[in-house]
Nanobody
Framework: QVQLVESGGGLVQAGGSLRLSCAAS????????FGWFRQAPGKEREFVAA????????RYADSVKGRFTISRDNAKNLVYLQMNSLKPEDTAVYYC???????????????WGQGTQVTVSS
């Protein structure tokens, strides 16, 4: 079992930056992929970014490429999402997730955090 706890959400103006953190506890397997998802009111949860725990390879949704950066600190069991050039449409609850590589992008990962609210004002 893996537990994920997110932090770092808040209110920021358009064009600003925010960094989200995801702390993992329990068993974290080297084969896991960690991802960030977001869900805005009335919309489905959507994939944002993912990173492999061991290799550090990354993948991003087209909507955030060039603005968001996912990273991890294996020694501290932390995954980060650095969000720059934020837009009002980035407003959503952001969730950290972990699971097998083929479960991340489809949103079927086994483990999920509680979510942290990100609000971008215009």
């Amino acid at each position: 079992q893996v537990q994920l706890v997110e932090s770092g959400g808040g209110l920021v103006q358009a064009g600003g930056s925010l960094r989200l953190s995801c702390a993992a506890s329990g068993r974290t397997f080297s084969t896991y992929v960690f991802g960030w998802f977001r869900q805005a009111p009335g919309k489905e949860r959507e994939f944002v970014a993912a990173i492999s725990w061991n290799g550090g390879s990354t993948r991003y949704a087209d909507s955030v490429k060039g603005r968001f950066t996912i990273s991890r600190d294996n020694a501290k069991n932390l995954v980060y999402l650095q969000m720059n050039s934020l837009k009002p449409e980035d407003t959503a609850v952001y969730y950290c997730a972990a699971g097998a590589p083929d479960t991340i992008v489809p949103g079927t990962a086994d483990y999920w955090g509680q979510g942290t609210q990100v609000t971008v004002s215009s």
